[in-house]
């Protein structure tokens, strides 16, 4: 099982910028990582995803354009960037890995490796 430690989190107003990173305890070069988010009252969802087999990614809809993921496999480590945030991206944000997913990068169940999360509060 794959340990994943998100850090990076906190307030910011809105218009501003984070850099999430997530540490996973072992080799991430065999795994798609991605980042999903969870509002308080709404389900869990997607954010970003990146494959393992090379540079594809892929955005919700709503962060398009402002979040941008990326990985470094030599430091077993993922990172969302996040610009232009809005008060509705206010979440925590969890980072998960799965071992060779290619398709449905997007979809919670391609994913059994989970972080703790880190609160992102995007004031307005």
């Known amino acids: 099982q794959m340990q994943l430690v998100e850090s990076g989190g906190g307030l910011v107003q809105a218009g501003g910028s984070l850099r999430l990173s997530c540490a996973a305890s072992g080799r991430t070069s065999t795994y798609t990582m991605a980042w999903f988010r969870q509002a308080p009252g709404k389900e869990r969802e997607s954010v970003a995803a990146?494959?393992?087999?090379?540079?594809?990614?892929q955005y919700a809809d709503s962060v398009k354009g402002r979040f941008t993921i990326s990985r470094d496999n030599a430091k077993n480590t993922v990172y969302l960037q996040m610009n232009s945030l809005k008060p509705e991206d206010t979440a925590v944000y969890y980072c998960?890995?799965?071992?060779?997913?290619?398709?449905?990068?997007?979809?919670?169940?391609?994913?059994?490796?989970w972080g703790q999360g880190t609160q992102v509060t995007v004031s307005s």
């Open positions: 998960a890995a799965g071992p060779y997913v290619t398709r449905g990068m997007l979809s919670r169940e391609m994913y059994g490796n």
């Open positions: 990146a494959s393992w087999a090379g540079s594809s990614t």
